[in-house]
């Protein structure tokens, strides 16, 4: 039996111990998470439906904000979000909702896009749904428990992981003299905070008509940065499809700043930093290699 069989048996009976009595031919299984691994799979009664199972048993520790939060959102968002049915210490199970994921990866482990993010629907609606979700109040959104962050804090907290990340590994000179640059001039940050979702990205929308149709694993939700929902969008699509989302996110009530765009480039440098975090909090040395030789690339 190989690994991949392994994993589809344990998913079955998972589910079957969940209640959910899946046909062993529809499931899909989705590794691009480094929190949960994902199986999109059907009942025996036609029912499509989503699996969430944890890669470690701390991960559920923030599944009851995030619930929280999905309820909060969820009346105010013109894109779907998961609407829990199972919910347990090993399992987190709902409905499929519409659309078909913006980023996936094949079974050698390339990625597969589905959507231009450069296309007028794309940018037009992750502008739309930004503003909604930006436009959450705070205090709504500070009683789900998710982390809130001060406008001051969001800098301090990327002080605190960047000397945390360059006690443990090696990082570039060129990318530390980059992040000091960054977090030393104002002009970069933002004066306000708002609801984010953390980590927006084609990879966790699902998209119909090149729209986003729905938004998943809200896991990192968080009051922060406003950025921290656009800086992907900033670095993969064209700077006209960009301008688009901004002007449909200022459109709908959005808050920006004159260096909104720079600000986005300068968080999307540091993304290795969250990766190295994520070795350091979870002990996972398989990923160590990975966020080494993101950590310290030759200066181009």
């Known amino acids: 039996m190989t690994d991949h069989d392994t994993i589809t048996a344990d998913i079955l009976d998972l589910a079957a111990g969940h209640g959910l009595s899946l046909q ?3 499931l899909r299984i989705n590794e691009m998470g480094l929190d949960f691994r994902v199986a999109l799979a059907r009942t025996d009664t036609g029912e499509d439906w989503v699996l969430r199972i944890p890669r470690r048993p701390e991960v559920m520790d923030r599944a009851a904000p995030e619930g929280k939060v999905l309820q909060l ?3 105010r968002l013109s894109a779907a979000v998961p609407g829990w049915r199972i919910h347990s210490a090993s399992l987190i199970a709902y409905p499929l909702l519409p659309g078909e994921p913006g980023l996936e990866l094949d079974e050698n482990g390339t990625p597969v896009w ?18 909604e979700l930006h436009g959450t109040p705070l205090d709504d959104a500070a009683a789900t428990g998710v982390e809130v962050h001060s406008p001051a804090g969001l800098r301090q907290a990327w002080r605190d992981d960047i000397e945390r990340v ?3 590994f090696t990082v570039a000179g060129h990318l530390l003299d980059r992040w000091e640059a960054w977090l030393d001039e104002d002009g970069y940050w933002p004066e306000h905070t708002v609801l984010t979702h953390g980590e927006i990205y084609p990879g966790h929308t699902l998209i ?6 729905a938004v998943l694993d809200w896991t990192t939700a968080s009051v922060g940065d406003p950025a ?4 992907f969008h900033q670095a993969t699509a064209a700077p006209e499809a960009f301008q688009v989302t901004v002007d449909r996110y200022v459109r709908g009530g959005g808050r920006i700043w ?3 765009a720079e600000h986005c480039a300068e968080m ?5 930093v969250g990766y190295g975090i994520y070795v350091l909090d979870t002990g996972d040395e398989t990923h160590r290699e990975a966020a080494a030789a993101q950590l310290n690339p030759p200066e181009e």
Request: proline fraction near 9%.
């Open 114 to 131: 589905q959507v231009d993010v450069s296309s007028p629907a794309f940018a037009e609606s992750l502008g739309d749904l930004l503003a």
């Open 228 to 231: 921290r929902d656009l800086s």
């Open 268 to 272: 999307f440098s540091a993304n290795a």
């Open 208 to 213: 119909r008509g090149g729209r986003i149709s």
């Open 258 to 260: 004159p260096r909104l």
């Open 73 to 75: 959102v969820a009346p």
């Open 166 to 168: 360059a006690r443990e």
């Open 24 to 26: 062993p031919e529809s």
